[in-house]
Every structure is written in structure tokens, then in C-alpha cells.
């Protein structure tokens, strides 16, 4: 099974840190993706990515940034951490029609 | 512009009773349809896909999804929910870039609780 791995499960921040959340996968697929999960709001894109070095902003990338250097990575930064970033963070992976597979996500607090 | 609507926020149901979560969507293009489920402080997990052919879909943990083009909808069911279904349920329509899977976008979810 195609694994996708976050490096952490839970993330506290300070207001004004820089903060890297990190994703491999393991089934070198092409496509990444990164999602913010809030109550009542879904799923929302925040950027993707359809190979290395190669980025796509999605429907909410104010504020974030990514970073692909290598197929199996994809990172997100935030560059100025504030508290409204406070979120549940998914990454997910695919290749052809298979569908994502996510990451467990991580639960990202600015205090 | 591609949507999906999940009309249903909650339904509770009881356990061994079936099951029905809607989904609607917006697509130009015959879509392509997914069904997730997300347990608590859980990532997403593929329940079934719809790509083309038989418009009934089998998924895992007994789930079901029945596509109807002329209703732009992908309902998911089951004919007897367990106490272990209880969980997020995610609708998605996938669109393709170049001929792989590009973006999905998501409905908002349905929670379901089941009632011993």
C-alpha cells in the first residue's frame, strides 16, 4: 500500500514562527497535494504539486508556501505563522486514477 | 465552476439500520467520483471511485455508491451500519490534467453518528 507520511501529528507554534510541515510518500507518485480541514469549511487546496520543483497555488495560498525538491517530498511553510493558520493539515498523494491517499494529518495550533 | 454538495451535515441512524448519504455535484465533464471516510484526528481513507462503466460502485466496509448522470449524483449506502461506521464522510469529484488525476474537490462532509 502506498504509504504518505507527516512528520507530526500535533504542532504547537508560536504567533510570527516559521513552520515546516513535512510529507513523503513512498510510491513515487507525481502528485501532491496539500489541504486545510476547519469545522464547517471542508477540505480546501492550498497548493499543489505535478512534479519536482513544479508548484500550483490552490483556492487558499495566502500566507503559505511549498517546496519540492525531491518527488517523494512535499513541504509546506508558513512564513509568519499567525493564529488563524491553527488547522488541521492533510497531505495526500496520487498517480492516474487511483484516487488521493492521505497523510494522518497534522494538527497545527499558533498560540 | 466544479462543486460538490453534501446536503446532510449530521444523521445519526441506529446501529444495523441502512444507510443513504447524499452527494451532489457540478461538473461540465463526466466526472470522476470518490467517496472518503475520516475517523477522528484521522487522515482520509478511500471508500470507493467511480471512473466509468457500471454506474453501481463497490467500496470497502460494505459500502456502496450508485452514480446517475441525470440527477448529478453519487449517493453512498449501506444496507446495515455498524457502530465502527460512525465517522466523516467525504463526496469528491475528480478532474483529470493531462490524463492523470489532477484536483479534487470536496464536499463538506457528513458526520454520522450511530445510536446503540
Known amino acids: 500500500d502506498v504509504k504518505v507520511t507527516q512528520s507530526s501529528r500535533y504542532l504547537v507554534k508560536r504567533t510570527g514562527e516559521k513552520v515546516f510541515l513535512e510529507c513523503v510518500q513512498d510510491?513515487?507518485?507525481?502528485?501532491m497535494f496539500w489541504y486545510r480541514q476547519d469545522p464547517g469549511l471542508g477540505l480546501r487546496l492550498i497548493y499543489f504539486?505535478?512534479?519536482?520543483?513544479?508548484?500550483e497555488k490552490g483556492d487558499i495560498p495566502e500566507g503559505y508556501s511549498v517546496s519540492r525538491e525531491k518527488k517523494e517530498r512535499f513541504s509546506l511553510i508558513l512564513e509568519s505563522a499567525s493564529t488563524n493558520q491553527t488547522s488541521m493539515y492533510l497531505c495526500?498523494?496520487?498517480?492516474?486514477?487511483?484516487?488521493?491517499?492521505f497523510g494522518s494529518g497534522t494538527r497545527l495550533t499558533v498560540v | 465552476a466544479q462543486s460538490v454538495t453534501q446536503p446532510d451535515i449530521h444523521i445519526t441512524v441506529s446501529e444495523g439500520a441502512s444507510l443513504e448519504l447524499r452527494c451532489n455535484y457540478s461538473?461540465?465533464?463526466?466526472?470522476?467520483l470518490f467517496w472518503y471516510v475520516q475517523s477522528p484526528g484521522q487522515g482520509l481513507q478511500l471508500l470507493l471511485k467511480?471512473?466509468?462503466?457500471?454506474?453501481l460502485v463497490q467500496g470497502i466496509k460494505g459500502f456502496e455508491a450508485e452514480f446517475k448522470r441525470s440527477q448529478s449524483s453519487f449517493n453512498l449506502r449501506k444496507p446495515s451500519v455498524h457502530w465502527s461506521d460512525a465517522a466523516e464522510y467525504f463526496c469528491?469529484?475528480?478532474?483529470?490534467?493531462?490524463?492523470?488525476?489532477?484536483?479534487?474537490?470536496f464536499g463538506k462532509g457528513t458526520k454520522l453518528s450511530v445510536k446503540p
Open positions: 495526500a498523494s496520487t498517480q492516474g486514477r487511483y484516487g488521493y491517499t
Open positions: 510510491m513515487d507518485h507525481e502528485n
Open positions: 504539486s505535478y512534479d519536482v520543483k513544479m508548484k
Open positions: 461538473y461540465g465533464a463526466t466526472p470522476y
Open positions: 467511480y471512473f466509468s462503466g457500471d454506474t
Open positions: 469528491a469529484v475528480g478532474l483529470l490534467v493531462g490524463g492523470s488525476q489532477g484536483n479534487l474537490i
